[in-house]
């Protein structure tokens, strides 16, 4: 598949961002991801695409003759800044922002964009946040932190990216971030409610009535947590409310034997497939997953969703084709 615009993809994971970007007129000359599950994903779905897998840490443009792009894209893992990785922030191994911002000094793209979690606003990151500017600064860039909500661009789910956008100036002046597409977003009872019922379970309707909402933040995507659940106990509070037993993954969907009885808490409401979780994070039915159910799982909670990073793509290659 070809595009118009070139992009390193670093942090690819399980394909969201690349995959948004793609839409939007961007091909990837390299798509980088440390995980092996990741790298076997983005073959599946891609064998086109150029996959490597390696320590962002470890890459040097000039080894695997890319001299410049026209976007360096990718998320940087979240979990340094996050309550749950216990926000140690730069101090973090997993640390990668500065690592990709770095990337800028070899490949000079004229244009970054990079997503991370909004904890990285907190005050107390304050002194990272000044880093990575000084970095830019110094080569050249204008630049924007922006927080962007998914269900602004129909995503069912309660998420929040936060980005750094970087440019040349003239570029950077030029550019505008993208308007809401949707101003209402499906339930989660609307999107699953027809995989619900396909193996003949009868409460469906019931289930999918009481489903009344939009997805809360999809997240347990981080390497150092133990198995598929959908997050710590409050986001498992947070699934609750939608008659989702977030206490682990399911295998399969409902059959026709099982019983929706909210009354017996988690026992009593259906659990979530790797599946459906991608349907609530916006990744096509036919996008392949690699490896076992907690490694997929992670890889697709991890994701950046395809229609935000699409509207973010479409407004860097408005500037780009100036």
């Known amino acids: 598949m070809g595009g118009q615009f070139t992009s390193l993809e670093i942090g690819s994971g399980v394909g969201g961002q690349a995959l ?13 991801d440390n995980d092996v ?14 996959v490597t897998e390696l320590d962002l840490k470890d890459f040097i443009g000039a080894d695997y003759r890319i001299r410049t792009v026209d976007l360096l ?25 500065s690592v ?15 997503e991370t979690t909004p904890s990285l606003k907190m005050p107390k990151f304050a002194g990272v946040r000044e880093e990575v500017e000084a970095e830019l600064r110094h080569l050249g860039y204008w630049w924007e932190w922006k927080v962007l909500e998914a269900q602004d661009f129909g ?36 999107v699953l409610r027809e995989s619900m019922a396909s193996k003949g379970w009868r409460d469906a309707d019931s289930w999918a ?11 347990g995507g981080s390497k150092n947590h133990g198995g598929a659940d959908l997050g710590p106990s409050r986001s498992k509070r947070q699934w609750m409310e939608v008659a989702v037993n977030a206490h682990s993954l399911g295998n399969d969907v409902p059959d026709e034997g099982f019983v929706l009885d909210p009354s017996r808490g988690r026992d009593g409401v259906p659990k979530l497939t790797v599946e459906q979780v991608m349907k609530l994070q916006s990744l096509p039915d036919d996008w ?13 909670a991890q994701a950046v969703p395809p229609p935000l990073a699409e509207a973010v793509g479409r407004q860097i290659a408005a500037v780009l084709a100036h």
């Open 100 to 114: 990709a911002v770095c990337l800028a000094i070899e490949l000079q793209p004229r244009a970054i964009v990079l």
């Open 73 to 97: 894209s990718g998320g940087v893992p979240s979990t340094p800044y996050s309550i749950a990785g216990k926000q140690r922030g730069a101090k973090d191994d997993r640390d990668l922002l």
């Open 209 to 219: 009535a009481l489903a009344d909402r939009v997805a809360p933040t999809v997240i």
């Open 155 to 190: 995503v069912p789910q309660v998420r929040r990216s936060y980005l750094l956008l970087a440019m040349r100036p003239n570029d950077f002046m030029r550019f505008e971030w993208p308007q809401p597409t949707h101003h209402t977003v499906p339930t989660v009872g609307e």
């Open 37 to 50: 599950h990741a790298c076997r994903t983005l073959r599946a779905n891609r064998p086109d695409w150029n």
């Open 288 to 300: 392949i997953v690699m490896g076992g159910k907690t490694a997929r799982y992670k890889q697709v």
């Open 20 to 32: 948004g970007l793609e839409r939007a007129g961007f091909h990837p000359v390299m798509a980088i």
